[in-house]
């Protein structure tokens, strides 16, 4: 009688577990953009519970950039980084440079907890910036993105987010091999960053993918 018990106990905790678990998924739309100019990247955040902020890394491949006007010396984002709909007037958007070569950015009310309307849609839209050299297929990354509560309880979004960045009506899929043209370009992993020329697996060399055994 005892083991049914706490059977039926475990199995109630279960389902209640199951009741309160929270969604929080974090997506980006990929990018297309021509050398030398600019273009929108789109972030959107689903999450069941109620939020008063976020914060997230983001991380850019060679020869792109975010827009900013630049003034006395100051990089400035106040156009380039715009917090959606979803947002109160309250709501602030913060742009901080990291050591790491990415940036931190961050919606929230500096006065007060304040949550955000809506449980589901796009929460930031960012302009980004190409190079004159960008030469098509790059990826971006966003890493530890978190969420926080009115009460400043912290959650955080589980997996990485990449998104693509290409040239207009490029495509995102398939691999090509690599040719001599591509000799002496530099060599990118699929999530932007540098590699070395020993390094083995899917590589991107002039915008394009090969697989180097």
């Not at 919606?107 to 304040?114: D, R, V, W």
């Amino acid at each position: 009688m005892r083991t049914i018990k706490t059977m039926m106990l475990i199995a109630l905790l279960t389902l209640v577990g199951r009741a309160t678990a929270q969604t929080l998924k974090l997506t980006a739309g990929d990018v297309e953009i021509e050398a030398g100019k600019t273009a929108e990247l789109k972030i959107s955040l689903e999450n069941s519970m109620d939020i008063a902020g976020w914060q997230l890394y983001l991380y850019l491949p060679e020869n792109i950039d975010i827009a900013y006007e630049e003034e006395d010396g100051e990089r400035y984002y106040d156009n380039t980084v715009v917090l959606s709909s979803r947002h109160l007037r309250s709501h602030t958007c913060t742009i901080t440079a990291t050591a790491d070569g990415g940036y931190l950015i961050m919606g929230y009310n500096p006065s007060k907890p304040t949550n955000i309307k809506e449980h589901s849609g796009e929460i930031v839209t960012i302009v980004l910036q190409a190079s004159d050299a960008f030469g098509g297929h790059q990826t971006g990354t966003i890493k530890n993105a978190a969420v926080s509560d009115i009460n400043t309880v912290q959650t955080n979004v589980e997996n990485d987010v990449t998104f693509h960045i290409i040239l207009p009506g490029e495509t995102t899929t398939g691999i090509s091999s690599i040719s001599a043209d591509n000799v002496g370009q530099p060599i990118y992993h699929v999530n932007g960053q540098r590699a070395n020329k020993n390094d083995k697996g899917v590589l991107i060399r002039r915008g394009q993918k090969y697989v180097a055994k």
